[in-house]
């Protein structure tokens, strides 16, 4: 069950893949209205708790994970309104690594990990969407992570707010 006010893992990209993919979110937003937000790959969400002690739980989980690669494998769209359209993320090793490391210290049983970077949240119709991923064109293929973010999220304000960063092992 997805909780409106409650707390998040995040990786983000960084250098000019970040800077693409934030003007391609920043362009959605002001054409189609929607909400502006960090390009991210949600690692792990919908979790509460007390915010000093999620500070510690993610700590932990940075020191045992390396920096690891983000694949993005092209546009996809769906009817959920934080997954309206947005980039496939390949599911690796890796990442299958990072999501256990994160599941196992916040002690949370979730089977149904769709790894995604959203580009606009909403309800769009597909035409509209279709013509939302001609206006984007190019994407970063890949970016690097060496860092995972707790993130506060607001999501009847449609608000995120990075709580505190952690660099990778």
């Known amino acids: 069950m997805r909780n409106s006010i409650s707390y998040s893992i995040w990786a983000m990209p960084t250098g000019d893949a970040r800077d693409q993919l934030k003007l391609s979110i ?27 002690i999620l500070i510690e739980k993610t700590k932990k989980i940075s020191k045992n994970i390396s920096p690891f690669m983000i694949t993005l494998n ?13 980039l496939k993320v390949q599911l690796d090793q890796h990442l299958r690594l990072v999501r256990k490391a994160c599941c196992e210290e916040f002690r949370i049983i979730e089977h149904n990990y769709f790894p995604h970077l959203s ?51």
């Open 26 to 52: 920043k362009l959605l937003k002001e054409i189609y209205d929607g909400a502006f937000f960090e390009p991210h790959v949600t690692l792990l969400s919908s979790f509460l708790g007390e915010e000093k």
């Open 74 to 86: 092209g546009f996809s769209y769906s009817k959920e309104f934080f997954e309206s359209l947005f």
């Open 119 to 169: 580009l606009i949240y909403g309800d769009f119709s597909v035409a509209k969407k279709k013509k939302m991923m001609s206006r984007i064109g190019v994407f970063p293929k890949y970016f690097f992570v060496n860092k995972i973010f707790l993130v506060h999220n607001d999501e009847i304000q449609l608000r995120w707010k990075i709580i505190k960063e952690f660099p990778l092992k």
